[in-house]
């Protein structure tokens, strides 16, 4: 058994902040991660990471307020205002210790960090690298890591959070590379887990993303908040999904249909057009699909950059320039790439308050597993990255004191000898099965049900139906075939307990779908196309209770911003 004041379950970029800030405070941390951090999904985000520093000529204006509002409106009224003014406020000292720290930002002619626009932005607040902002972020705080010589348990899989009498006592995590189960007894956890949609088949996200830290708060009594609102990236690299950011679309990329159209001035103002936020955007481009305006009457359309030219699109956005030639042999300079909106943020996630405390002591969430919310129905782009590190800064010196408070308990070694063979017991289940179903099949039929009747645009009758073919999919689930039966890197293994996970998830964001008739943010409904404030101005909770999923809701907290229309 392995023993630590504070262990941090994820090795993306909120969990190498909680980790960085627990270890500041002087309290012994390790962080468990199932990939090495620096190939964590963190990596995959390009754009920027917003911060209202005024660095813009045309933002010298800005400050965190109007931050916290566009953040507020973006998200369709649904956030948390406390939780945003923290957020907003606490983004500015964030981002000048990144700076401090080395993290190579693009910079303008002066000197001072470059700011770009993105969608929904009243002003340029988004800094960046280059297009690999996060690539850029995770080197950064993995070098603050190992200068602190923090502990990380690389390739270790977390199967179970071990709660006692409402506290957190630690985790059971499986080895891969030796195969073997042990307890990791902690004083206080902090999941950092990441997201979970690769629920879709068209998903941005890392094959990572298998939302097994949601799944397991889940399974020990933690409810979910508002896991019907996923976000569509409008602008994935058609047939590979990969993200490209929407910074080119702030600095002035076109979105062009088949007749060459650039056809945004339909969904919001000419002075917005492709600077549109992600739910208008994406919902802009499928309908554009749908109405026969894809490029050849395909599901996709353009993303022109050529007006950029050679030397803008190199320096500026290397990422796109690479990813466009090495995956799919197109020059953006010379040709414009075909893209699709494509799953790409979970709005919801582990409730949680903005002091990432959740419902059991000693357990405390941050980054895309939880939802603060500041993010609401819709999230801006930009905002994921800082939330990232605001709120696993916070993470980190909340359990902090959470632990000089005294308010933790030593665990008898008992609940931990159970808790290890409990999951050897699973384990040995698992390899015993006779059952004849594959699981990747299983797999494979989610993901049309999740694409096709739970996508961009929801109505009744295909929630209803996704629900039904979901718990059928659970019940064949039962009688799924056995794994490979060894124990050292089984990711056949792992990938029978991903996919039962899947199957919870789904369930839990179709239910949320289909209860919540109205639209709003990235939850369209074709059956309610109005948002529905009287009614709706709340969050869907989500708990399991003895097997069954049971929604409730709860009020949205409202600051000084109030509630008003969402017009761009």
Known sequence: MFSHDIVVVGGGLAGLRAAIEAHDCGFDVAVVS???????????????INASLANHPEGKEDNWEKHAFDTIKGSDFLADQDAVETFAKEALVNLYE??????????????????????????????????????????????????????IYEEWVVLELIVEDQ???????????????????????IFCTGGNLRIYPKSSNSITSTASGVVMAFRAGLPLKDMEFVQFHPT???????????????????????????????????????????????????????????????????????????????????????????????????EPIPIQPAAHWSMGGIDCDYNTDTEVNGFFVAGECA??????????????????????????RRTSEYIA??????????????????QEMRFQGIFE?????????????????????????????????????????????EDVRPPYKGRRYNYDLLWHL??????????????????????????????????????WLKHTVARLIDGEVILSYKPVTITKFGIGKREY
């Open 405 to 422: 408070n005294g308010r933790p308990k030593s665990a008898g070694n008992g609940i931990y000898r159970e808790a290890l063979l409990k």
């Open 236 to 334: 994935t690299l058609y047939g590979l999904n990969l993200t490209l950011t929407e910074g080119a679309r702030g600095e002035g990329a076109y979105l062009l249909n088949d007749l060459g159209e650039r056809f945004m001035s339909r969904y919001v103002s000419e002075a917005i057009m492709e600077k549109a936020p992600r739910d208008i955007t994406s919902r802009a481009i499928q309908t554009e699909i749908n109405e026969g305006r894809g490029v050849g009457g395909k599901d996709y359309i353009y993303l022109d950059m050529r007006h950029f030219g050679a030397n803008t699109i190199k320096k500026r956005f290397p990422g796109i320039y690479e990813a466009c030639m090495e995956f799919r042999g197109i020059n953006p300079v010379k």
């Open 98 to 151: 990144l700076e401090h720290w080395g993290c190579p930002f693009s910079r303008f002619p002066n000197g001072k960090i470059a700011q770009r626009p993105f969608g929904g932005a009243g002003f340029p607040r988004t800094c960046f690298g280059a297009d690999k902002t996060g690539l850029y972020l995770i080197n950064t705080l993995y070098e603050q890591t190992i200068k602190r010589n923090i502990k």
């Open 433 to 477: 099965r006779t059952g004849t179903e594959s699981p990747y099949k299983i797999k494979s039929e989610l993901g049309t049900i999740m694409d096709t009747r739970v996508g961009i645009f929801r109505e009744e009758q295909d929630l209803r139906q996704a629900l039904n073919e979901i718990r059928e999919l659970q019940k064949r689930y």
């Open 498 to 535: 991903d996919i039962e996970g899947f199957l919870t998830i789904s369930e839990v964001i179709v239910m949320g779908a289909l209860n919540r008739q109205e639209s709003r943010g990235s939850h369209a409904r074709l059956d309610y196309k109005e948002r529905d404030d009287k009614n």
């Open 34 to 48: 199932k990939v090495h951090p620096l190939r964590s999904h963190s990596v995959m985000a390009q754009g920027g």
């Open 371 to 396: 939802c603060v919310s500041i993010h609401g129905a819709n999230r801006l782009g930009g905002n994921s990255l800082m939330e990232t590190i605001v709120f696993g800064r916070r993470a980190g």
């Open 167 to 189: 506290t957190c006592r630690g985790i059971v995590a499986y080895s891969l590379p030796e195969g073997e189960l042990e307890a990791f007894k902690a004083k206080a956890v």
